[in-house]
């Protein structure tokens, strides 16, 4: 398919909020402006495209905004959207204003929904890795993971203080169903002797040896960091096999849950936000078209959306050994 020119742009937020999402939008608004562009704003995802809850947007339509966590455009989840007639109502929606470029914020659930889309009507769509999970390949950051990590971190300090004061053993959950960077960057930042993630499997055994063996050095105070994917199935799980196991230690169990959703975004995730809503619109008035943007060695990156689905960041052998080096 030939590029074709672009006019009016379309954005979207998709899957799971993340903090940096309104920073997004904001860029994609006002670049496309910049551009003489008209540019619209879709409503709950996907939803709002096959509902036709679609609406233009200006300037002032994302004034204010760029410190506001979650997304003013809301955020859905389309069962609809994946069936063929809904994408068709999609399609008549955008096409009775003349849309002809999407920008998609969202995860790769979302991404797998523009690549379709963008197949079967000939729209150029660029995705925006917006998750805190960063379980997207090509881009070192993706929108939200930062402030997710500062949340947890901050959730997790205070935490310390009173693991401190009685002596136990906590086991704090943090997000993460298919990957563990939140976990991992949050325990290294916080001192934690442990951290389950899903993509190592956790061993028990080891894990009790290892805190038996801190109890038998009069380390009483121990934080174990568990991502809610993690094998094990999670902190609760975790919780009730070393209550049984080690009956001297005072155990709890903390899990932080959506709290690092929410809050206004870190400086980061304002900047990675910003970039890639400001190249997002760039790509399409130069003519790409279904492909994500990252940022890499602090440069803009292009992944082809398929490529983007596919892969996912992989944690290497290093991280795992300098937690085990700075626990010890």
């Keep these: 398919m030939?590029?074709?020119?672009?006019?009016?742009?379309?954005?979207?937020?998709?899957?799971?909020?993340?903090?940096?999402?309104?920073?997004?939008?904001?860029?994609?608004?006002?670049?496309?402006?910049?551009?003489?562009l008209e540019v619209f704003g879709i409503m709950r995802g996907y939803n709002g495209m096959v509902d036709d809850d679609i609406f233009q947007m200006d300037s002032r339509s994302v004034a204010n905004i760029i410190q506001r966590g979650g997304t003013i455009l809301k955020t859905a989840r389309s069962k609809e959207f994946f069936e063929p007639e809904g994408r068709k109502k999609a399609y008549e929606n955008l096409k009775k204003r003349g849309?002809?470029?999407?920008?998609?914020?969202?995860?790769?659930?979302?991404?797998?929904?523009?690549q379709k889309f963008s197949n079967e009507f000939d729209i150029p769509c660029i995705g925006l890795p917006g998750t805190i999970d960063k379980d997207i390949a090509g881009s070192d950051f993706t929108i939200g993971?930062?402030?997710?990590?500062?949340?947890?971190?901050?959730?997790?300090?205070?935490?310390?203080?009173?693991?401190?004061?009685h002596d136990r053993l906590f086991l704090v959950e943090v997000m993460g169903r298919d990957a563990g960077y939140i976990a991992l960057h949050s325990g290294i930042a916080t001192g934690a002797e442990n951290i389950l993630i899903p993509e190592s499997r956790t061993d028990i055994e080891a894990l009790i040896y290892n805190l038996t063996e801190k109890e038998k050095r009069k380390k009483l105070v121990n934080l174990v960091v568990v991502a809610e994917g993690d094998e094990f199935g999670g902190a609760n799980e975790?919780?009730?096999?070393?209550?049984?196991?080690?009956?001297?230690?005072?155990?709890?169990?903390?899990?932080?849950g959506h709290i690092q959703r929410g809050g206004s975004p870190s400086g980061l995730d304002r900047l990675i936000a910003s970039h890639m809503g400001y190249h997002a619109v760039e790509a399409l008035v130069a003519g790409r078209r279904n492909e994500m943007i990252g940022i890499v060695n602090n440069?803009?990156?292009?992944?082809?959306?398929?490529?983007?689905?596919?892969?996912?960041?992989?944690?290497?052998?290093e991280w795992m050994k300098i937690v085990k080096i700075l626990a010890s």
């Design 238 to 256: 975790l919780g009730k096999v070393l209550k049984e196991r080690l009956p001297q230690a005072d155990i709890r169990v903390c899990i932080l």
């Design 299 to 317: 440069a803009v990156h292009y992944t082809p959306l398929d490529k983007a689905i596919k892969e996912k960041q992989n944690i290497g052998e």
């Design 145 to 165: 993971f930062d402030t997710a990590v500062n949340t947890a971190i901050d959730a997790i300090d205070k935490i310390r203080d009173t693991m401190d004061a």
């Design 99 to 114: 849309i002809d470029g999407l920008v998609i914020i969202g995860g790769d659930g979302s991404f797998r929904g523009a």
């Design 2 to 36: 030939s590029a074709k020119k672009v006019n009016k742009i379309g954005v979207l937020t998709s899957g799971g909020d993340a903090p940096g999402m309104n920073a997004a939008i904001r860029a994609v608004v006002r670049t496309s402006i910049h551009h003489g």
